[in-house]
T-cell receptor, first 113, second 115 residues
Framework: DAKTTQPTSMDCAEGRAANLPCNHS???????VYWYRQIHSQGPQYIIH???NNETNEMASLIITEDRKSSTLILPHATLRDTAVYYC??????????????FGKGTHLIIQP | DTEVTQTPKHLVMGMTNKKSLKCEQH?????MYWYKQKAKKPPELMFV???????INESVPSRFSPECPNSSLLNLHLHALQPEDSALYLC??????????????FGPGTRLTVT
């Protein structure tokens, strides 16, 4: 799986949009971009994933650049409960999906009141 | 129901003890996973079960023994652990062979302390 690079930490004011970048310059054509987050002392939580088109769900939006070498996760109206470590993971859907996730160090997002 | 449950929440065991961690899901997922997470580190994959068969073992020491008795249950049997095995043990599940739906659902974890 391709390697990802994320900033170690970021701050965002409550109520503002949080934009979390991820670089994945070695991504292959069949690799998807997944985002998970882990709130302190909880298990990771799936947020969103995409291949090349932008995606939106009730939690967030995912913007993938045209060359697919980077992406941005957008939390439109951040709340204190969004304080967490956010992991950007690149993976294929081969093997029937039953392969493990390789977590990088992630971005510690801190929402400031 | 999108919940993965894990028991116990906390476990303290001595190096000579035998204990088991339990994980359960009722989402019809046929892939289940064990991860280990040390403090301030990301989760690391230990085992993957697909259709109740062990498909991935990430070179985990034999003192950790996984078991998948049925499609809803996953156990991790622990024996002769070392203090450095103290960590948060996370279970996850996902669909398998279902295109476009490979997100993993994680349980809250079992925090294990080996004394």
């Amino acid at each position: 799986d391709a390697k990802t690079t994320q900033p170690t930490s970021m701050d965002c004011a409550e109520g503002r949009a949080a934009n979390l970048p991820c670089n994945h310059s070695t991504i292959s054509g069949n690799e998807y971009v997944y985002w998970y987050r882990q709130i302190h002392s909880q298990g990771p939580q799936y947020i969103i994933h995409g291949l090349k088109n932008n995606e939106t769900n009730e939690m967030a939006s995912l913007i993938i650049t045209e060359d697919r070498k980077s992406s941005t996760l957008i939390l439109p109206h951040a709340t204190l409960r969004d304080t967490a470590v956010y992991y950007c993971i690149v993976r294929t859907h081969s093997g029937g999906g039953a392969d493990g996730l390789t977590f990088g160090k992630g971005t510690h997002l801190i929402i400031q009141p | 129901d999108t919940e993965v449950t894990q028991t116990p929440k906390h476990l303290v065991m001595g190096m000579t003890n035998k204990k088991s961690l339990k994980c359960e899901q009722h989402m019809g997922h046929r892939a289940m996973y064990w991860y280990k997470q040390k403090a301030k580190k990301p989760p690391e994959l230990m085992f993957v079960y697909s259709y109740e068969k062990l498909s991935i073992n990430e070179s985990v020491p034999s003192r950790f023994s996984p078991e998948c008795p049925n499609s809803s249950l996953l156990n991790l049997h622990l024996h002769a652990l070392q203090p450095e095995d103290s960590a948060l043990y996370l279970c996850a599940s996902s669909h398998s062979s279902r295109v476009g739906s490979y997100e993993q659902y994680f349980g809250p974890g079992t925090r294990l302390t080996v004394t």
